[in-house]
């Protein structure tokens, strides 16, 4: 049984997914059909946690707007998610990083890795 769900996941999983780890600052471009239009929104934050596997692999984003704090979650198989740009790699400790909820301005600031901390990091999508 869980051969047959593979094999039909495997269908429908999207081949080309950049390297995401917790911390990262990323640009999520993702389809949104308003009517009969339909438009891509760019959504540029920090991942906070990823989540799942395979195609009920998730993500959660965090960016300030105007003061406040927006989180979205964007499922990594979607149809509508048209390509996921990396930004910046970060180095972070923790794969949940639920502590920068509380924080705002210079201490929620992060170090970006080098080259040599970024081959070290742990594997993600």
Request: hydrophobic share 30%.
């Amino acid at each position: 049984m869980e051969n047959l769900i593979s094999v039909v996941e495997s269908q429908y999983a999207k081949k080309s997914m950049t390297e995401i780890n917790s911390g990262d600052l990323i640009k999520v471009y993702y389809k949104i059909i308003e009517g009969d239009s339909e438009r891509t929104q760019v959504f540029e934050g920090t991942v906070l946690r990823i989540r799942g596997a395979g195609n009920s692999k998730t993500m959660t984003v965090r960016k300030i707007s105007f003061g406040i704090g927006v989180e979205r979650v964007f499922m990594l198989n979607s149809p509508r998610l048209e390509k996921i740009e990396l930004m910046k790699h970060r180095k972070v400790r923790r794969s949940r990083l639920y502590y920068l909820r509380g924080l705002s301005g210079k201490s929620a600031r992060m170090e970006e890795r080098t080259g040599k901390e970024q081959s070290q990091g742990t594997k993600a999508p």
